[in-house]
């Protein structure tokens, strides 16, 4: 009954459905649809559009500007979420892949929301939109950080429940997150759906933590392991699906807990949870400096300071707005997020549909 739902899309909008019928965009006849199977999208994940290459070149020129601005601390990394797999116009797996090679940056979030997983949507087809997004990003995906979002785990059999049927933690390990573990810098906690990548050049450490297991065992390694850095001159970075970039701290699970971690942390000070789940933290003569809190979910670009941490969600890169059109720069969007250590400040640069931002944040 059900095609692999990535594998065909509109010759006139690009639009991705399942199984092939007249676009729900443009009316596209489904006799127009093209096929492309797993080959080509490892064809789509090495070559940048034509379009795109004015625009990704003057990027990058300024990627490097703002590199050299902070200088030998200074460091890079990319920001993505809500990719949408069979809503997405598949060309920011190239684009990732080429700003962060000529820029030299080690590391890029994907912050989750990999595919579109509700309504009719088999577990089947789940997992082929994982590969195939695997084979879209494979370039780059030795530096992929991968959150989970919450539709990644999400299926329907459409019968019973028309969304959220979880999948086994099995299955979600060995689609979603086995492949993390073929690269030795990660280090992961207790169920492998949360860890964390060190760049020691530049003294920085990536945390992805799972929104949707957010228990005493994970909130207990993020402050103990995770937050374990070498020095107090190490800086943090973390990720989650969902950050509290809104100010809604009631659709963060756990956010209080977290943002209470975080600064012990910053102010090398102790901790103790007060909520239902009890976590202490005691950072006293340790720590190091927290950078943001980052994440997507939202399908827009915020940035907020909460409780002295700063926030910050990208926009959807599935093109899903009416400003965002085939065949332009706008189809895609993610950020290049530059950390200049000694000014204690953040640039983003947008790659696609969005502006670029900045913010500082606050070092003890």
């Known amino acids: 009954m059900f095609k692999r739902m990535d594998r065909y899309y509109c010759t006139e909008c690009h639009y991705m459905t399942a199984p092939p019928c007249a676009c729900p965009k443009c009316g596209n006849p489904p006799e127009n649809w093209r096929f492309i199977d797993e080959m080509g999208y490892y064809e789509l994940g090495r070559n940048v559009a034509g379009f795109y290459e004015e625009h990704v070149n003057r990027k990058i020129r300024d990627i490097h500007e703002k590199q050299i601005k902070a200088g030998r601390t200074g460091t890079s990394v990319g920001l993505i979420s809500d990719t949408h797999f069979i809503m997405n116009f598949t060309h920011s797996g190239a684009l990732m892949n080429k700003v962060l090679t000529d820029c030299a940056i080690p590391y890029y979030f994907n912050a989750g929301d990999v595919v579109s997983a509700y309504y009719v949507c088999p577990k089947e087809s789940l997992f082929n939109d994982l590969d195939d997004t695997r084979r879209l990003f494979h370039e780059s995906e030795k530096k992929c950080l991968l959150a989970l979002g919450n539709h990644d785990d999400c299926y329907s059999d459409f019968e019973d429940k028309p969304y959220g049927q979880i999948i086994s933690k099995e299955e979600l390990y060995e ?41 005493k065992e994970q909130l207990d390694w993020f402050a103990k392991t995770a937050l374990d850095v070498p020095a107090t001159d190490w800086g943090v970075m973390l990720c989650t699906h969902v950050c509290p970039a809104n100010g809604d701290l009631g659709a963060v699970p756990k956010s209080k807990i977290i943002l209470g971690i975080i600064n012990a942390f910053r102010k090398h000070t102790k901790y103790t949870s007060t909520e239902d789940v009890i976590v202490s933290a005691d950072f006293s003569g340790r720590g190091g400096e927290f950078i943001s809190w980052v994440g997507g979910h939202w399908h827009k670009d915020l940035i907020l300071d909460v409780e002295g941490v700063m926030c910050v969600a990208v926009a959807q890169d599935c093109a899903q707005n009416a400003q965002r059109a085939k065949g332009e720069i706008t189809e895609q969007a993610f950020d290049i997020l530059t950390i200049d250590r000694k000014r204690h400040k953040v640039y983003t640069t947008r790659i696609g549909f969005g502006e670029d931002r900045e913010f500082e944040y606050e070092v003890f």
């Open 175 to 215: 689609y979603y997150f086995r492949y993390q573990s073929l690269y030795s810098d990660r280090v992961f906690g207790p169920t492998g759906t949360y860890y964390f990548a060190d760049d020691e050049v530049h003294k920085m450490r990536y945390v992805v933590l799972n929104n949707y297991s957010m228990n």
